[in-house]
């Protein structure tokens, strides 16, 4: 699943396969943080470094203005977002990007465990 046009495709790839695997096996109608957890044993089981709520520092002007909590911070360079609705709104995919842009991070993926789907 590597595509030389998205930067770490390998990574994320394998990043989605372990969302698939979890959702495979739990289905949907959790909440957030059993697939949290469950994503966090996946990742461990490939071998794939994070760190799981990682406190990132959210800044304006250069000034400090608080903080937020990443779901994983993948490998120091993805993060990760994971959501368990019905279906996802625009609103969440503007968070996630905000996200990205407080952290001035390149990478980030958008996983929601909450339909039938991944």
Do not use: W
């Not at 949907?28 to 490939?46: D, H, K, P, S, W």
């Not at 990760?80 to 625009?90: F, G, M, N, S």
């Amino acid at each position: 699943m590597i595509k030389e046009q998205y930067p770490e495709s390998e990574l994320t790839g394998k990043i989605i396969g372990c969302a698939m695997e979890v959702h495979r096996i739990l289905g949907n109608g959790f909440q957030e943080v059993i697939y949290q957890r469950a994503l966090g044993i996946e990742m461990n089981r490939q071998h794939i470094a994070y760190s799981r709520e990682h406190e990132m520092e959210i800044f304006y002007k250069e000034e400090n203005i608080g903080s937020r909590r990443v779901d994983f911070f993948v490998e120091g360079k993805i993060m990760v977002e994971l959501k368990a609705l019905i279906q996802l709104e625009d609103v969440h995919l503007a968070q996630a990007i905000n996200y990205l842009e407080a952290y001035n991070m390149q990478i980030g993926l958008l996983i929601n465990f909450g339909s039938k789907s991944l």
